[in-house]
């Protein structure tokens, strides 16, 4: 994340503003989005499909990432200043018109899904298909103290996108791997949230964190410990081999720090946790590619 910041703050004053509506300096979001689709195509795509595919996602991430984020960011620009670490997000603080970064967010936007057309006008329609998820997203933070399990739908719309264009649609292993990574995301999102807990409360956003105070880390242990079930779940349904079970020890390990971390009054022992998420969808993916060590090719 430091070297993504640092790149943002070489760039010109006028067009730094941009880059970070669009969270180009906080790369951790991106991988969030992008590692469940990877972990799709370790499951079921041979190498070349897997390396072409994997590219496209990776574009389609960062570009449909940042359009939310833009249009998170004017939406909830009157909670954002009353939280201090998002008081300086751009239209929060003023440094850009929200017209501005609504018109950036749509045009963004609109082309993410293109991005898949080098891949089948299926792939454009069903990435386009998950917008409407992350759009809505912003809205429920002001309803429901659960916006979380909506966002974790969104993150992970990938898999959906995968399994459709390689396998015809998700089945009953593609829905375990869904459940298993929603439940992770579930997680992630409620250590983020804790972050801003106390301001959340002032500023009257609805989440998980706010409504559980320290009960928000029996709440991440449980929705962990139910994605690593289905994972397993899910490795003996896809056949998996031996070699994705240690790996799937990993994953369970590092889940299991996150949650001992996360210590829901302690702002920067939650940001670490959060932070290691890269590293844990990683281990995922790791898991299952070794699990199908013998069939890729």
Request: aromatic content about 10%.
């Amino acid at each position: 994340m430091a070297r993504a910041a640092r790149w943002v703050d070489r760039a010109p004053a006028g067009v730094r503003p941009y880059l970070e509506a669009l969270r180009l300096d906080r790369p951790v979001g991106v991988w969030l989005l992008v590692l469940p689709g990877w972990i799709a195509l370790g499951a079921l795509a041979g190498a070349r499909d897997g390396v072409v595919l994997g590219l496209l996602l990776l574009v389609y991430g960062v570009l449909s990432r940042g359009a939310a984020c833009g249009l998170n960011d004017v939406l909830d620009a009157r909670f954002d200043v009353q939280v201090p670490r998002t008081a300086g997000r751009p239209v929060a603080s003023g440094r850009l018109r929200a017209g501005r970064v609504l018109a950036m967010s749509f045009a963004v936007g609109a082309v993410a899904p293109l991005v898949m057309a080098l891949w089948s006008l299926e792939a454009v329609l069903w990435a386009a298909a998950g917008a409407p998820l992350a759009a809505l997203y912003p809205y429920l933070k002001r309803i429901t103290h659960w916006p979380h399990v909506w966002l974790a739908f969104a993150m992970n719309w990938a898999v959906v996108v995968v399994y459709v264009l390689l396998a015809g649609g998700l089945g009953p292993e593609g829905w375990l791997l869904y459940g298993a990574l929603i439940c992770w995301a579930v997680g992630t999102d409620v250590i983020y949230a804790c972050q801003d807990r106390e301001a959340d409360v002032g500023a009257g956003v609805r989440s998980a964190a706010v409504l559980l105070g320290r009960r928000s880390r029996v709440l991440v242990g449980a929705v962990y410990a139910a994605g690593v079930a289905l994972l397993a779940w899910f490795g003996a349904v896809a056949g998996l081999g031996p070699l994705f079970w240690p790996g799937l020890g990993a994953v369970a390990v590092q889940l299991g720090w996150q949650v001992w971390r996360a210590d829901p009054d302690d702002v920067r022992a939650c940001a670490r946790a959060f932070g290691s998420n890269p590293l844990c969808g990683l281990l995922i993916l790791l898991a299952v590619l070794a699990g199908r060590i013998a069939t890729l090719g």
